[in-house]
């Protein structure tokens, strides 16, 4: 079953109407714009367990929302 996204405004909907969005966390200590982009763009955490994600319901209501995941068992709490 594919993966299933809560929508506040609209309910659940299948993931094929959102575009996932980005949560920007690139740690305080690296000031420098250039390392911050490079940070940013290609040391992702890829962490195993609860992540903050943002979605936008493209093919919905047009709303960013921000949902928590967790990465080892592919649930929104
Ligand atoms: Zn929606």
New binding site residues.
Partial sequence: MALRIP?P??GE?AIDEWVHGEIINVPAEITDPDRRDLDRGYFHNNTEGVVEEAWF?LY??R?WISLRRDTRTDTFL
Avoid: A, I, P, S
């Fill in positions: 929508c405004t609209c909907r319901h919905g209501c709303r």
